[in-house]
């Protein structure tokens, strides 16, 4: 699939003269805060950040820049991992923070999604983060559970809320691998 167009939105997969945006968007500490890793420091590391991007996709991943359709230019990205877990991911320019962009391009992509084989979708979100968790129940995702993991590469404890969208009628699959690895995990009313 070449793009996903939204009213305002195309995502598409980031290319080579994506480097400075995506460096604009993940060298950003506030928008930093919530992402597995840490700030990248220069252009470099945008460049190697793109042949990850591409690792995840030959892998089975979805990973595609959020540009707007006024000038095509990323300003966030959004993915889904390969693995049994089917997580989705996001994140977005502070700058274009409030704006249901986040929204638009998660529905896009589910809607993609329901058209696959793939029988749901994940999504987690640090307890601190309570605007990634509105834009989960936007689009329909449920919650489950949470569960609190020592985060790697920063190294240290988070709590995690763990929704899921089922697209195949069972809903009353949960996904429990975090339940299940994490001896500290309960159910909260959200």
Not at 122 to 134: E, F, K
Not at 177 to 182: G, L, S, V
Request: charged residues 30%.
């Amino acid at each position: 699939m070449d793009c996903i167009e939204t009213d305002r939105l195309i995502l598409r997969h980031f290319t080579r003269d994506d480097v400075d945006a995506l460096f604009a968007l993940l060298s950003d500490e506030e928008v930093n805060t919530f992402l597995p890793m840490f700030p990248l420091k220069d252009t470099g590391e945008a460049e190697k950040y793109l042949r990850d991007i591409e690792d995840w996709i030959q892998r089975g991943g979805f990973y595609d820049a959020i540009c707007l359709k006024s000038d095509d230019v990323p300003v966030g990205c959004i993915h889904v991992s390969g693995d049994d877990s089917h997580d989705l991911g996001y994140s977005l320019r502070k700058e274009f923070w409030r704006k249901g962009i986040t929204t638009e391009a998660c529905r896009a992509v589910v809607d993609m999604l329901k058209r696959t084989d793939i029988p749901y979708v994940t999504a987690t979100h640090d307890v601190n983060n309570p605007r990634s968790g509105h834009v989960m129940r936007a689009i329909g995702m449920k919650y489950c559970y949470s569960y609190e993991e020592l985060w790697q590469p920063k190294n240290f404890r988070v709590t995690f809320r763990m929704y899921q969208l089922n697209f195949d009628g069972r809903q009353d699959r949960i996904y429990r691998k975090y339940w299940d690895k994490y001896p500290v995990h309960f159910v909260e009313e959200v």
